[in-house]
């Protein structure tokens, strides 16, 4: 009924249109050549009303001196329309195409001038397939043979009269190279005629679109555009949606600009591309032969490297991982996909309330998952960055994947259930600038995906707790450290505290990492930016450091202060071969220039956060605490009342210098505290920059003192930001910028590993 409706409408659009009516009569008097073209039977026409089409200049500046052919005020008077209501409200007007190329050629454009664009479109696309079933329809991209590329449109022609369609028609699935499958969608790659063509076919539209977009998200996008370069066929076959992609290189082939014999006025569109090639001038018909045009097909079409890492991405998988986001009594979040906006979970009775009702846990699936960068999934309201460091804050983030809601006691934690590269995307721009250099970039995505691969895969999961081993030498190490603080005195009667922890994955019970910096910093899509992450973890997609067949522990701080500390010094009492306590210099030489030693604006910038340059000494620092407030910090951070600070000891450092156990001696009782992370936080209201620091004493007068007795203030000259174990993220920078590679600069900071 639909086909009728069309071909009466093209009847009546010809009938007081004489330019479109002396066209479309032209087509039946065409000069046709066939010849094959990789293994694909082809049709060449000679066409001269298309000059129009194929000579067209459509630089920024020439498109925007003409009138838009396409709008509605601009059209001729002679030219009428059909309606076709697409979804979401879009509105498309139903045009014959006045320099057609088939019969009953239609041009679908969208009501409103916008850009051609095929983003929230393709399902309208398929929505039109369905409802006029007999026609294909077409989508030339905007650098890929559209000739209108600043208005949106389709174009439409009956089927059976593009050649690719027709071949991959007559071809069982057998014959087709599977690639992918989402729901009831698959996908399949065709080996003749060119490289990049791609078969899709769908029972529904809602699973064809997902295919689609995974595949466009699979595909480069070239600088300055919009989407990758392809044509596009989509059409319903034997209750099918099926679609025909191609991607492409470029938009005209460099016969088209020569001067010499081998010029083609030829501007290869989905036609051309489809196997009818529009030739505008007699003369070109006459010389083309089958290895000129397979030269143009070839030239156009993206190469065989490019095809092969097109398909990679569309079939490589990303490991899953549980992401602990937030915790709270209430979360508010909305779920992207439905529009519903805001909704609130509350803990009560020990269960979720939500909606009305009562939930053990609650499980919102992927929006659009994908093998490349997966699709804005939900947000979640008030989470906390930076606990408990000096630029803590709130924001409202934006996450891909599935959100799972779980009680925790009288809490409730939102879970980000995520591919691994989805998370790196997210660490990269959010542990460092997404605009630093790619060696360094990819030297962090190889560390990042270790480092949180090691943490998924461990078999032994270690409890960080206090240590009571050898308390008693501990207490002699105290009387030691007293006698030296109270030289000829008798042993107080103080009690003595020993609290040694430190801070690893196996901390979160529910989950396998955390959000925030204490494992690494995972903030969503708020800092998931920047073409060069994408670039860098598709570069290194998968690869990982190992040692000795197992995956690499690949812990990584700010800034070392020119030499690595063991992984002892800040975790466990074990340390590992490829993180040694090495000076962070060229070949590791004694007394050498420090790669992290520097003050460029422009590499700091590269390495660290807006919220991070809020730090501006970390190399060399220095704090200072009067004795008072320093006295009732260390009561209010540790839980212990220590009574009026008398000074403070290193029991134990590491070979950075790190401390790895202080001695805190007070008036009423002291403390042993460690490891490193302990020690930094009960010396600060957030955390100290490192525990690398030596403890000076500052009298009433000014001067450095010895005197447990006088001094006033209390002074930490210290070195180094974090824990300084494995890569140093500035020394690492510093690094990229001076032309070292990302494969050196890990084997700088991870010597023995090897990369996988």
Known sequence: MNQGRIHKFVGDQLSRWPLACDNFRA???VCLKEMTVGGLPVKLQFNPARMISSAARLTKEDIAARRCFLCRDNRPPEQIMMKFEGRKGKKYHILVNPYPIFPDHLV????????????HRYIDMLDLAGKYEDF???YNGPRSGASAPDHHHFQAAPQGLIPLQEALDALPSDDLEYVASVQDASLYHYRKFTTGVFFLRSDTTKSAAKLFYRI????????GESEPLFNLYTYRKNNEYRSIIIFRSRHRPHHYFSDGPDHLTMSPGCADMGGVFIVPVKEEFEKITPELLNEMVEEVSITRDEEKVLMNRLTRVQPELHVGIMSAPEIRFEILSDGAGSRVARVREGKIEYDGALYDELFFEANTPSTMFAEPSFILHGVTIGVDFHWERLEDQ???GALKIIVDKDKLTAVNVIGVEDYLLSVISSEMSSSASEEFLKAHAVISRSWVMSQVRSERRKKGTSVPDGVKDLQSLMWNLDSMMCAGSEKPESDIHEYVRWYDHQDHRLFDVCADDHCQRYQGLARATGKTVRKVIDATWGQVLS???HLCDTRFSKCCGGIMERFSSCWSDEDKPYLQPLPDTPSHENGGRCFCDTLDKEILGQVLNDYDQETTDFFRWKVEYDRDYVSELIERKSGFTTGRLKGLVPLESGASGRIVKLGIYGEKSSIIVGKELEIRRLLSETHLKSSAFDVHYIGPDGAETDSESDWKRLRLDGMGWGHGVGLCQ????????????YREIL????PQSELK
Not at 216 to 223: I, R, Y
Not at 732 to 740: D, H, I, L, P, Q
Not at 747 to 750: A, E, I, K, L, V
């Open 730 to 741: 500035i020394g690492a920078a510093v690094m990229a910028s001076e032309g070292y590679g």
């Open 747 to 750: 084997q700088h900071y991870y």
């Open 108 to 119: 679908v454009a969208a009501a409103r001038h916008t850009d051609q664009s095929i983003w």
């Open 216 to 223: 466009l998200d699979c595909a480069d996008t070239p600088e």
């Open 398 to 400: 934006k996450f891909a």
């Open 27 to 29: 087509l039946k008097n």
């Open 136 to 138: 294909t329809f077409f």
């Open 547 to 549: 040692h000795e067949g």
